[in-house]
Nanobody, 119 residues
C-alpha cells in the first residue's frame, strides 16, 4: 500500500556529507533507514519511533541525523563525516509496526540509493 523512493546518494571523499531523502506515498507507516555493504547483510542505520525518539546504530551515532517531514511523508538522513566503511546501498523501509521495522523485517522497501565514500 506504500511506495518508497530514495534519492540523494552519490560518491564523496571521506569526511564529506550527503543528505538522503525517502518519499512515501502514504503517511500511515513508521519509516527507517537501512544499508547493505558489498558481501554483508542488511544493517540498521536510523529510525524514529512512535514517540518521535530517534534511534541510531552505534557505528553512525554522532555522524548521522535522521529527521522527518510528516506533511510531505518524507524521511531524511543527514550523513556527515562519512567514512569508507559507510559505503553501501542505502534503503528506506516502512511498516505499520515500528518494532517489526527495526527488527529488519519491514513490510515495504524502497529500491535503494548508492553511497560510495572514498579515502
Amino acid at each position: 500500500q506504500v511506495q518508497l523512493v530514495e534519492s540523494g546518494g552519490g560518491s564523496v571523499q571521506a569526511g564529506g556529507s550527503l543528505r538522503l531523502s525517502c518519499a512515501a506515498s502514504s503517511h500511515a507507516y513508521y519509516m527507517g533507514w537501512f544499508r547493505q555493504a558489498p558481501g554483508k547483510g542488511r544493517q540498521r542505520v536510523a529510525s524514529i519511533d512512535s514517540g518521535g525518539e530517534k534511534f541510531y546504530e552505534d557505528s553512525v551515532k554522532g555522524r548521522f541525523t535522521v529527521s522527518e517531514d510528516t506533511a510531505k511523508n518524507t524521511l531524511y538522513l543527514q550523513m556527515d563525516s562519512l567514512k569508507p566503511e559507510d559505503t553501501a546501498m542505502y534503503y528506506c523501509a516502512a511498516d505499520i509496526s515500528w518494532r517489526r521495522l527495526w527488527s529488519l523485517a519491514p513490510s515495504y522497501w524502497g529500491q535503494g540509493t548508492q553511497v560510495t565514500v572514498s579515502s
